[in-house]
């Protein structure tokens, strides 16, 4: 149906309490009288298939309720097919709604989007690592960074963002500077010693951190960052800086901007949107307009 809404899910989204959210979203979206429709999935494979068959049937849009993981997820399905997609953002961090102007506090300020904002075409990147290819909206993180959510994701206590910031702290006691590889543009090579290297297709992960801030999902290009080897002390001392972005200027950070993006390194886990995609050596590239968005009628980016 062309007009309807799909909803795609996940439940467990703010460790399940974002699902009490969903009656009034529901209610905020089918009073415009279009058909709304949910979906969810007893696992991620389960949840794409399923969003997959929703697009093929050509909706009016499919509508990721959840976080960045399940933007994520949402992008597998509506990358290069035109079906445009919405965002209700009830996650923990939500950088994707974010980087789009898209409300990332209020849940039915983001319904009213869905039904009232403009689509526009955005760029997504590609990762490639011996775990497959898949579809990016927002950073490849490697190095320190996915080495924390590697920990973290192995640690069962505590249960909220807490836990990525214990994880933080016990990761650094052992972390050494990493050995990089990274090819750009399939030309320029730069080989270094680094805390981490970032391939930023809109500017922030991680709830705020703003890692690449002058990257724009709309100019065809990906921001690579390389954070170069520094003291645990320095790199404590900076580290606040992400935040607001002005760690850019700190002098062991190197910026390039480019289509393709190819990264080495021994024992490094790439993730993408806050998602474990593999290890290293992983192949980032843009695709312009490889998706459509529906952001809030005055978003200018």
Not at 57 to 63: E, F
Not at 152 to 163: D, E, V
Not at 248 to 274: F, L, M, Q
């Amino acid at each position: 149906m062309p007009d309807e809404l799909v909803l795609l899910v996940n439940p467990a989204a703010r460790a399940g309490r974002a699902v009490r959210l969903l009656s009034p979203v529901l209610d905020r979206l089918r009073q415009t009288g279009r058909p709304v429709s949910v979906i969810t999935g007893e696992s991620a494979a389960d949840a794409l298939a399923r969003a997959r068959e929703a697009v093929a049937r050509r909706p009016g849009a499919l509508v990721a309720f959840g976080g960045d993981g399940m933007v994520h997820l949402a992008v597998q399905a509506v990358a290069g097919t035109g079906v445009p997609l919405g965002i209700i953002p009830v996650g923990t961090g939500n950088d994707i709604a974010d980087a789009l102007g898209i409300p990332r506090r209020s849940p039915l300020a983001a319904a009213d989007v869905v039904t009232g904002g403009q689509v526009r075409a955005f760029d997504a990147g590609r990762i490639r690592t011996a775990g497959g290819e898949e579809w990016f909206a927002s950073v490849v993180a490697c190095g320190f960074d996915s080495r924390v959510n590697e920990r973290a994701n192995r640690m069962t206590r505590p249960q909220s963002m807490a836990r990525y910031l214990v994880a933080m702290v016990q990761e650094l006691r052992a972390f050494t500077p990493i050995p990089f590889r990274i090819t750009i543009d399939d030309g320029e090579v730069i080989e270094r010693e680094a805390m981490l290297v970032a391939v930023a297709n809109t500017r922030s992960y991680g709830a705020g951190m703003r890692v690449c801030p002058a990257a724009r999902p709309d100019d065809g290009r990906l921001d690579l960052l390389i954070l170069g080897a520094v003291s645990k002390a320095e790199f404590l001392q900076a580290f606040p800086r992400v935040y607001r972005g002005s760690h850019v200027d700190h002098p062991a950070v190197t910026i390039r901007r480019a289509a393709r993006v190819t990264v080495e390194a021994p024992d490094v886990v790439a993730y993408a949107d806050g998602e474990r995609m593999g290890p290293l050596p992983a192949v980032c590239a843009v695709e312009p307009a490889a998706i459509r968005v529906i952001v809030p009628k005055e978003s200018t980016l």
